[in-house]
């Protein structure tokens, strides 16, 4: 089978999104599939610029070949605009739909490429849901179209026009349940010919439990968090939370983030807050280890791939009990536990560090469940059955 | 088409397992415990909610939870607080000028403060007196659905 994964920028390790990491990954599986993989990207290298910062050319990489096509120019200010009023809740009409869909990242070569056979493509995966380049490869080749939408529970999944790109195409590939639930909630009457819910596969690891303390020499109880630090992940409410967790018990926790975005601390609680940024996987995954609970409060993800290295770092979760997915997860596994308010997560991060016996098993019952769900070889086979399908 | 449901739980919960729906109703039940003796009846916790309230607009128990935390909060702190200073030598004769501006202004913010905090109790009264109302109408309406209902199945 020759296969096409669209993803708009080409990924690099540490510098892209979740979705293009899981349309990579994709790749990557194709390969060792025994399938022939292009991999169709934009020459841009910047979310926010969308800029032509790559020359558009052709090249191997991971016995893939990567095609690059640039950018169509932009109005940036009229897209902000539409997606301002998008965000507000606001109703766009149809004409302001598409123009929302035009002003964002788009790559014309790119769809005449894939328009024009040239490719000789069986399957085009490509994602996530909400790019206009994604919604218009599905409009050129619809009948070979996977899609990973990577949906969340927001008003741009209620974009109409995404939907009629949506409703044609060949099928999709989901991370998880509650999102395939969510995709015939926003689509009613949905019925593509694939509809697997495949997700990442995750390569399982062992790391110390003790080697975060010996080489950083944190040695109080902490609770960790990593990925991007934003509103909408829910890093406000860890950080209002832990200080008042501290402050109404006396305990001394600790709370240590990996990764970027700027986080605003209280001053009582600034001095337990380590800050690592980025590290790389082998300390972050011992960073995990050592925590009493991985805290995710975000309550817009399609699949939370740090919930599952933290089971893997035999770490339990704490999660807010608004996000649907994140719960999902922790219901699935049996691997963590879930709040709605403060009081929830004062009694639940109390349990866990007063009987360890419970976190523990928390963790190995999470780990269990990654090592059976998210196996690569696992993985793989969901994904060789929906492409086959 | 390819399918597959990954809703049942990855392990059964036997002698060794923890039932994670078993422990969060446990700790629920503990939390409803304690917030009826008043445990979390404190302006730290309901400072802790300003952010995840908005993640609870659309809970049934959304206007409960959001009355407790502004009852807490409502009243603006106008007493005397302590004046500190950290900058090593200068400290004694900055915590001297600090308290003397604070005297000159303390009775400006305390009058300024005390109509806020009168405002703000009324508001809160306002609020807490709708709420109710708006709970004995829903009642009420659905007392009424109920009954229609049943005379409708005869």
Known sequence: MKIAVVSARLHE??????????????????????????????????????ENSQP??????????????????????????????????????????????????NSTPLVEWLRSGKGGYD??????????LVAEVCRAVPDKVLLAPC?????????????????????????????????????PGLSP?????????????????????????????????????????????????LNA??????????????????VALPPSLAPAVHDLGFVSEEEKREAMAGAVAF?????????????????????????????????????????????????EFEEELTTLLDDPGTAAKLAEQGRRYVLRRYAPDAVRERFRAALEA | MTTERQTAPAISIGADGIDVHALVERILDTVADKRAAGVYDDEVVARAERNNLLLLQDDA???????????????????????????????PVLVRLKKAIWKLLKFYTYRLWSQQNQTNAVLLAAIEIMQRRHKAEISELNERVEALEKLVKG
């Not at chain 1, 399957?123 to 206009?132: C, D, E």
């Not at chain 1, 305990?251 to 700027?262: E, I, Q, Y």
């Not at chain 1, 089971?311 to 009990?321: F, S």
């Open chain 1, 245 to 262: 967790y501290r402050r109404r018990t006396g305990r001394d926790v600790h709370l240590v983030l990996t990764g970027s975005g700027d």
């Open chain 1, 151 to 187: 949906f969340h529970d927001e008003v741009f999944a209620r974009v109409e026009a995404l939907h009629d790109a949506f409703r044609g195409i060949r099928g999709f590939l989901f991370n998880t349940d509650p999102e395939r639930e969510l995709a015939h909630r926003l689509m």
């Open chain 2, 61 to 91: 128990q959304f206007m409960e939870q959001y009355l407790a935390c502004l009852r807490q909060i409502v009243p603006v702190d106008i007493n005397d607080f302590d004046i500190v200073e950290r900058r090593g030598a200068l400290a």
């Open chain 1, 56 to 105: 558009p050319g052709v090249f191997a990489r991971d016995g893939m070949t990567v095609r690059r096509f640039p950018v169509d120019s932009r109005d940036i200010g009229r897209f902000a605009r539409l997606q301002i009023d998008l965000s507000r809740g606001w109703r766009l009409s149809r004409d302001e739909q598409e123009e929302w869909l035009r002003q964002g990242v």
């Open chain 1, 123 to 132: 399957r085009v995966i490509t994602g996530p849901y909400l790019f206009g």
């Open chain 1, 295 to 343: 805290v995710h409060p975000s309550v817009n993800e399609s699949l939370s791939i740090v919930v599952l290295e933290s089971w893997l770092a035999r770490t339990p979760v704490l999660v807010h009990a608004k996000g649907v997915v994140l719960k999902w997860q922790c219901e699935s596994s049996c691997g963590g536990l879930w709040f709605k308010s403060y009081p």
């Open chain 1, 193 to 241: 010919k694939v509809e697997a819910v495949v997700a990442m596969g995750i390569e399982p690891f062992e790391v110390s439990k003790t080697a975060f303390a010996r080489r950083t020499g944190i040695t109080a109880p902490y609770v960790i968090y990593s990925g991007r630090r934003e509103e909408g992940k829910g890093t406000p409410i860890l950080i209002d939370f």
């Open chain 1, 13 to 50: 390790a540490g510098t892209v999104g979740g979705a293009e990491t899981l349309l990579y990954a994709f790749a990557l599986d194709a390969v060792r599939l025994g399938h022939e993989v292009d991999l169709l990207c934009t020459c841009a290298t910047d979310h926010r610029t969308w």
